[in-house]
């Protein structure tokens, strides 16, 4: 192993367990070579396999996806490295003592609840990914894009034994977890270029005016979908990670950081994951939709099935079950994990194992359900849109608590267990936005950002007015 991966290895190590309620000390920061190889694997894991083909259901243009891609993860590389990488090395905290800090501890259960059960339906997604795979010897029924309950005793099946395994994998600890995670890592984004190139030949692709018309204008959405624009591509790709980096959840990780500069390296994952691998993964949904099977499909009105399991079978073979199964497995452990040490912050006298039995028991539960893998779009717009307000109290309180005379952690300099300030100013952000969102049919990353920016101008005025001379 180089000295690049174990210094990566060692960072989600720690990140897991040590040094929650101190700051991390000079002895352990690491430099910016250290963070790079974890976010290339992270972000090229279950869910890239599923979000490609989901934008060709959105009916994007060539110039939507290909333009709008770029924008929107460079956006979301700029708030890892202006804001997440900025205030994590100078505070040196993870992000859930700097928000006891601020919110207190009974304000913090909450958000744990919130973040534990969301990251157990997200990891309930990536089991439903690895289904498709495994299904494939047992000539499994794969679930349509519209489908919402299971849709037969061999799909429950596997998907309790997939659960099962990666549960008792996830509770033996973070160490485990993540050495997989980087020993695999490499096996997935390999067998995306694989994939993509492949479907390229399939597709008969011989230059760039072929491959930007497998796009063209665009075309009506699927049934069931919504029509994705270039703004809905770029807004979206920008808070696909809200919760990490405007939501503030990646303090955890770049604490360890020598420099803020450390933050450029989220661009690993944005382009090698959130740009290739889902380039990739639509290539390969793009092969499947002028077969027979998907024609049929589409001339009787419905939505052919994404199934990444055959979509990837289809274009390498067995190497492309094998990746799959790694890529749903690689991203659903370590978001197991970590839903149940947010399980066990509310219930701290149960055992990390219980806790993530449990955490992997709901994941399991919901990946039972094709509709959390299906809609899984709009899932991650209501995940960053839930959690990411959160993060504007830590980043306005950071960066504008002198100019507007507000204490600094006030939870903690005051002893109070909740601060009134941070749940009235999230409440009346997420309430007013969600509102609008089901009113006016406003897609939610598009209000995720205004949400976003209302609650820290609360979070200030709500301050100014509670705080009390302390």
């Not at 549960?167 to 485990?176: E, P, R």
């Not at 419905?302 to 497995?329: D, K, Q, R, S, Y």
């Amino acid at each position: 192993m180089t000295q690049f991966s174990a210094e990566s290895e060692e960072i989600e190590v720690i990140a897991g367990g040590e040094f929650e309620r101190e700051p991390v000390p000079q002895s352990k920061l690491k430099s910016w070579k250290s963070f790079l190889g974890m976010y290339a694997g992270e972000h090229a894991a279950g869910t890239e396999f599923m979000i490609g083909p989901l934008f060709l259901t959105a009916g994007v243009s060539a110039f939507d996806l290909i333009i709008g891609l770029l924008l929107g993860n460079l956006l979301a590389v700029l708030s890892w490295r202006f804001l997440t990488a900025e205030i994590a090395v100078k505070n040196k905290l993870t992000l859930y003592f700097q928000l006891e800090k601020i919110c207190g501890k009974k304000l913090v259960t909450f958000y744990n609840l919130a973040n534990g059960v969301l990251f157990c339906f997200l990891a309930g997604a990536m089991i439903t990914v690895s289904a498709t795979a495994v299904g494939i010897p047992f000539d499994m029924e794969m679930p349509k894009l519209t489908d919402t309950m299971p849709n037969g005793a061999t799909w429950i099946i596997i998907v309790i034994v997939i659960g099962a395994v990666i549960s008792l994998i996830a509770s033996k600890g973070y160490d485990t977890v993540s050495k997989a995670a980087n020993w695999m890592s490499p096996v997935i984004v390999l067998a995306f270029l694989a994939c993509g190139i492949v479907a390229l030949n399939q597709l008969g692709v011989a230059s760039f005016s072929d491959f930007w018309n497998i796009w063209g204008e665009g075309s009506e959405p699927f049934p069931g979908q919504i029509k994705f624009t270039f703004w809905h591509v770029v807004i979206w790709s920008w808070f696909a990670n809200a919760a990490m980096h405007v939501g503030m959840s990646d303090l955890s990780v770049f604490r360890f950081a020598k420099k803020a500069s450390s933050g450029w390296t989220t661009a690993a994952g944005m382009y090698v994951g959130h740009y290739m691998a889902w380039i990739a993964a639509a290539l390969l949904y793009a092969v499947y939709l002028k077969s027979p099977e998907a024609l049929n499909f589409l001339a009787n009105g419905e939505a052919p099935p994404v199934a990444p399991g055959p979509l990837a079978n289809n274009a390498i073979g067995i190497f492309g079950i094998i990746a799959v199964v790694l890529a749903g497995w690689t991203t659903a452990n370590p978001t197991i994990y970590r839903a149940g040490l947010a399980f066990q912050a509310i219930i701290p006298k149960a055992s990390t194992f219980w806790v993530t039995i449990l955490a992997g028991s709901i994941a399991t539960i919901a990946g039972l359900f094709p509709a959390f893998a299906m809609q899984l779009l709009g899932f991650v717009a209501l995940y960053g849109f839930i959690l990411a307000p959160f993060g504007a109290i830590i980043v306005f309180e950071h960066f504008f608590h002198k100019k507007y005379g507000i204490i600094k952690n006030y939870a903690e300099v005051a002893d109070i267990k909740f601060n009134k300030a941070v749940i009235f100013a999230w409440a009346i952000s997420f309430g007013l936005f969600y509102f609008i969102s089901l009113k006016f049919d406003v897609f939610l990353s598009f209000v995720t950002l205004p949400s976003w920016l209302l609650c820290g101008v609360l979070f200030l005025v709500f301050s100014k007015y509670f705080q009390k001379k302390v």
